[in-house]
């Protein structure tokens, strides 16, 4: 729960009221509770009694050190306060979105074949197991497996549970992810048998030591989970002995698994020939969003969809083009 009473200066009431309104309508806010706690120490400490633009500025310049694209969202956020409170108050201040830096461009995610992913596998047994990290191996496996197979985000892997999979409907329990939605998502027999082989091995390994309730357990007697650091090098250690990097030399983001998932998922109902329209609104549901607009984000046009895509429409259309091919027996 995000502490409402640490707001003192003359704005902590509309920022409470704001913060609370945009909760009702299912969003965390956690971040934004903090750009709001920012500015709201500011405003105490210099005893204003309101938000001005030169309140504004001199706020904002006491973030001139960090990223554009940090100070663009740090901006947004009070603007979009603003415009909540104007709702009541008509003469409030509202900043110009034309002072705000430049968007950020993200890099685009990298699609993962299914070569490399099979590498990645591969590779995981050769991470070094000590002993605090004793299933160090076979955890990374059932995390690129979950990422891949099942499209998670990053956090909803760390914060899965043993309890959360349920061994006779073969589904995962996704609890209070993103926009506050649980799901229930079915995993595919290949990954049904890789987490039920990571829950033996883990359940052999607790005979002699106490665990925690994490699934990707990371063996330590001091925690319980793997912190979002240790997972990421980790998995860069993977990156690394296969040599996978992005076009621009970076390596891949761990969320570019979840990209690869909604692409590969897509490229397979290509060429299964099924209905697509039909069966997007259930890749979305499966992937946690609230609506179709949030999947389509991912849904990449990458060379072999642009392939699978010119077949469909060759087979469909070649008689009313006319370019079904003429079959003559080979002369020779």
Not at 63 to 85: D, I, P
Not at 122 to 129: H, Q, S
Not at 150 to 166: N, Q, S, T
Request: charged share 25%; glycine share 6%.
């Amino acid at each position: 729960m995000l502490d409402m009473s640490r707001f003192s200066s003359a704005l902590a009431a509309p920022m409470i009221r704001f913060l609370r309104h945009k909760q009702a309508l299912g969003r965390i806010y956690k971040a934004e509770y903090f750009r709001l706690r920012s500015l709201d120490r500011f405003l105490a400490q210099g005893g204003a009694s309101d938000l001005d633009a030169a309140a504004f500025l001199s706020w904002c310049e006491t973030n001139k050190h960090v990223a554009s694209g940090v100070r663009r969202a740090n901006m947004r956020t009070v603007r979009a306060f603003s415009l909540y409170r104007r709702r009541s108050e008509p003469d409030c201040y509202v900043p110009d979105p034309s002072l705000f830096p430049p968007e950020h461009i993200r890099r685009p995610p990298y699609i993962f074949s299914e070569a490399e992913i099979s590498r990645l596998l591969d590779r995981t047994l050769e991470l070094r197991r000590v002993s605090h990290t004793p299933l160090r191996p076979e955890a990374m496996r059932l995390a690129l497996v979950l990422l891949y197979c099942a499209g998670l985000r990053f956090g909803e892997l760390l914060r899965l549970e043993v309890g959360d999979y349920d061994p006779a409907e073969r589904v995962l329990h996704i609890r209070t992810s993103k926009f506050h939605k649980s799901r229930k998502i079915p995993l595919s027999i290949d990954a049904v048998s890789e987490l039920e082989q990571y829950l033996a091995a883990r359940h052999r390994l607790c005979r002699r030591r106490e665990v925690g309730k994490r699934l990707l357990w990371n063996g330590s007697q001091q925690g319980d989970g793997y912190s979002r650091g240790r997972f990421r090098l980790a998995m860069w250690q993977l990156l690394d002995r296969e040599g996978i990097r992005s076009p621009d030399g970076h390596r891949p983001t761990i969320h570019s698994l979840r990209h690869t998932f909604a692409v590969h998922v897509l490229l397979r109902w290509y060429h299964s020939g099924v209905e697509l329209q039909s069966r997007l609104p259930q890749l979305a549901i499966y992937m946690g969003h609230v609506s179709i607009v949030s999947t389509e984000k991912y849904l990449h046009f990458v060379a072999d969809l642009v392939s699978a895509v010119s077949a469909r429409f060759a087979s469909h259309s070649a008689n009313l083009l006319g370019t079904q091919e003429n079959t003559t027996e080979d002369p020779s």
